[in-house]
C-alpha cells in the first residue's frame, strides 16, 4: 500500500526492514530475542525503541501522520496561519472533511444550529479545537479491520475520556485544549503496542493481573517489551512530529499529588493528565456501584493540586462523560452488548442528559457503524482525459442547501464578511468537487478584479495571478466581457478556438482547466467580484438548473454580504 497516507515516504530510518519472506511468528521470535539480548546486556531503550518503530514502519498501516494531518497540528499551533489555509488543508482530505463535521455538529460543539463548512466550524470551535478533533479521529483509523477491533476501541475510549476529563479539569479553555491532546496521548503507547504488538500487550495485562505481588504496568511492560508504554507512545510521537510540549506531557509525574496548586503549564498539564487517566481508568476497570465511591476518593487526592475543590472535580468528570457519549456517538462508533468499554459511556448521570434529543446508551449500543476505514484522498494534482462519474445530484442539492442555512444563521449573527464569503466558496467546492474555487474582488487602483483566496489543489500559489480588467482596454479578456455582461457562464470546453484565443496568457499558463464556471457578483449592475470554479477533467462541470439555482442563491448571499457592509 506504497500510497498510504499513515507511510512515510521520506522514512530515512538507519534500520534495514525484516526480510519479506519471513512468517509473523518469525518477525515476533526475532523481536523477543533481541529483547532478551537488550536485557541481558542492560542496553538503553533507545535501540529497542527504533527496532520496535521499524518494525511498525515496515507495515502497511503504520500511522505516521499523513501530511495534511501535520500541516493542520502546525497550522493550529501558529500565530500567523489564516482559517482559509487551515479550512483548505483540511478540505483536501474528503474522508477527515465528512468526520469533523460530524463531529463538530455533535451537541457538545453544536451551539449555533447546524455547521455544514469547515470554515465556520474552524471559526466556532477555534485552530486548537480542531486540532484535537483531528488527532482523535486519525487515532481511530483502522480499527474495525482488526481482529482484536473490541480492545482497541477500548483502548481507544480510555484515551478519549481521559482527554475529556483533562480539557474539563483546566481552568481556561486554551490550556483544555492542551491537557486534551497530553491525557488523550499519554495513552498513545499502549494503543500502539495493542495495535502492532497485541501478543506483546497481551502478555503484559496478564503478567498484571497474576503477579504476586502485583506488578505495575509499566513494569510488566519493560519485562515484555524491554520498554514501558510510556517510551513507545513518546517515541511514536516524536516521529509524528508532535510538539515537545506534548512529547513532556505524555509521562506521567510519578509520587503522589502536590498539597498545593501547581502552577507552572507544563507541570500542570502533566498533573492534569495524570488525574485524568487515573479516573478514565476507574471508570473502565471498576465495577459502577465501586467506582463512584474511588471516583471520589481520587478527587479528593488530587483536587488540591488542580486548584479544584472535590465537588469541581466529580463535576468535571460528569460533564466529561457527557460529552464522550455526544462525541462516541457522532462518529459512530458501535460496541457490543456487555463491552466493558460501555462503563465508560454510562451510569449515573446520563440520566441528567435525558430528554428529546438526548444520546442514552440504548441509542448508543444501536448505532450503525460507520465506515471508519475510508481513505484519506485528496483532490488528483493532474489533469484525467476521462469524465469522472456524475456526482449524486441528491447529495450536491442536500450539500448546496445545508450551506445556504448555514450562511444564513452565520449572517444573523453578524459574521465577518469574509467568514461567509469563505463559507459560500467551501460550500460550492465542496458540492461539486471542484478542482479549484477562487475569489476575486475589485482592486481600485488597479481597475480590475483580482484574486483574493481560494480553495482547492496549490490554490495558493496561483489565487494572486487572477486579473480582470474592467476597463476598455480587457475587451478581448473572456472574464472582463463574462463580468461586464453580467451573466454566470459555463465554459464547457476551453479548447474550442474561439474561446482559447480569449483567455489571458497567465491563465493559460497557470490554470489552462478544460472547463470552468463564472458568477460576477454585481452592485447596481456593477461588477465588484466573480467566483471562478473549475474541473480538472474535460466535461467534467454539469450544472442542472436546480444546482444552478442554489449557486445562484450563494452568490447572492455573498452579493449581500457586501451590501450589509457597506
Known amino acids: 500500500m506504497a500510497n498510504s497516507p499513515f507511510l512515510d515516504p521520506d522514512d530515512s530510518s538507519p534500520f534495514e526492514p525484516p526480510p519479506t519472506d519471513l512468517a509473523p511468528f518469525e518477525i515476533l521470535a526475532s523481536a523477543e530475542a533481541l529483547r532478551q539480548e537488550a536485557s541481558e546486556s542492560g542496553a538503553q531503550i533507545e535501540p529497542i525503541l527504533e527496532n520496535l518503530l521499524h518494525r511498525m514502519r515496515s507495515m502497511s498501516d503504520f500511522p505516521v501522520l499523513s501530511s495534511s494531518v501535520l500541516t493542520i497540528q502546525r497550522m493550529a499551533t501558529s500565530e500567523t496561519e489564516s482559517i482559509s489555509s487551515i479550512t483548505n488543508e483540511i478540505l483536501k482530505d474528503v474522508a477527515l472533511t465528512n468526520k469533523l463535521l460530524r463531529l463538530v455538529n455533535s451537541a457538545h460543539y ?18 486548537h479545537g480542531i486540532r484535537n478533533m483531528t488527532f482523535s ?75 504476586s505481588p502485583p506488578l505495575s504496568e509499566g513494569s510488566a511492560a519493560i519485562k515484555v517489551m524491554g520498554l514501558s508504554f510510556e517510551s513507545l507512545g513518546v517515541g511514536v510521537a516524536r516521529a509524528w512530529g508532535l510538539p515537545a510540549t506534548i512529547q513532556r506531557c505524555m509521562t506521567p509525574p510519578s509520587g503522589d499529588p502536590p498539597a498545593r496548586a501547581v502552577n507552572e503549564l507544563s507541570h500542570r498539564l502533566r498533573w492534569i493528565s495524570r488525574a485524568a487517566n487515573d479516573m478514565a481508568d476507574i471508570l473502565l476497570n471498576i465495577e459502577p456501584q465501586v467506582a463512584e465511591l474511588q471516583l471520589e476518593m481520587t478527587a479528593k487526592r488530587f483536587c488540591k493540586a488542580l486548584d479544584k475543590t ?14 464522550v457519549v455526544e462525541m462516541v456517538a457522532a462518529m459512530d462508533l458501535q460496541l457490543p452488548s456487555g463491552a466493558r468499554a460501555a462503563r465508560l459511556i454510562s451510569g449515573p448521570q446520563t440520566a441528567s442528559a435525558s430528554g428529546p434529543g438526548a444520546i442514552t446508551q440504548t441509542d448508543f449500543a444501536t448505532l450503525t457503524a460507520a465506515e471508519l476505514h475510508a481513505s484519506f484522498a485528496t483532490q488528483p494534482a493532474t489533469f484525467d482525459s476521462s469524465p469522472p462519474p456524475r456526482v449524486n445530484p441528491a447529495q450536491v442539492v442536500q450539500i448546496l442547501a445545508a450551506g445556504i442555512q448555514d450562511i444564513t444563521n452565520a449572517m444573523v449573527e453578524d459574521a465577518k464578511r469574509s467568514d461567509l464569503v469563505r463559507m459560500i466558496l467551501e460550500t460550492m467546492y465542496r458540492a461539486l468537487n471542484f478542482h479549484r474555487i477562487i475569489f476575486c474582488l475589485r482592486d481600485p487602483k488597479l481597475d480590475a478584479l483580482t484574486g483574493r483566496f481560494g480553495l482547492g489543489e496549490g490554490v495558493e500559489g496561483v ?22 455582461k453580467g451573466a454566470d457562464t459555463l465554459i464547457s470546453d476551453t479548447t474550442d478556438p474561439r474561446l482559447a484565443n480569449r483567455l489571458p496568457a497567465w491563465y493559460r499558463q497557470s490554470f489552462n482547466a478544460p472547463t470552468f464556471l463564472v458568477m460576477p457578483l454585481l452592485i447596481k449592475d456593477k461588477p465588484f467580484g466573480l467566483i471562478y470554479a473549475d474541473k480538472a477533467t474535460p466535461g467534467g462541470l454539469r450544472v442542472d438548473e436546480k444546482e444552478l439555482a442554489l449557486l445562484r442563491t450563494l452568490r447572492n448571499q455573498g452579493v449581500m454580504a457586501f451590501k450589509q457592509s457597506s
Do not use: W
Open 310 to 323: 472535590s465537588g469541581q472535580v466529580q463535576a468535571a468528570i460528569t460533564a466529561a462523560r457527557e460529552k
Open 463 to 484: 489565487v494572486r495571478l487572477f486579473n480582470v480588467p474592467m476597463s476598455g482596454a480587457g475587451a478581448s479578456n473572456l472574464f472582463t466581457a463574462i463580468c461586464l
Open 137 to 211: 479521529l486519525v487515532l481511530l483509523e483502522h480499527m474495525r479491520d482488526k481482529g482484536h477491533a473490541q480492545i482497541l476501541k477500548e483502548e481507544y475510549l480510555r484515551g478519549l475520556m481521559a482527554g475529556a476529563i483533562a480539557a474539563e479539569l483546566a481552568s481556561t479553555h486554551m490550556e483544555g485544549e492542551e491537557a486534551f491532546i497530553a491525557a488523550m496521548f499519554q495513552n498513545l503507547g499502549r494503543m500502539i503496542a495493542q495495535y502492532y504488538f497485541p501478543a506483546d500487550a497481551a502478555r503484559v495485562r496478564t503478567m498484571q493481573s497474576q503477579s
Open 110 to 127: 453544536a451551539q449555533s444550529g447546524s455547521i455544514s463548512t469547515v470554515s465556520r466550524a474552524v471559526g466556532l470551535v477555534g485552530m
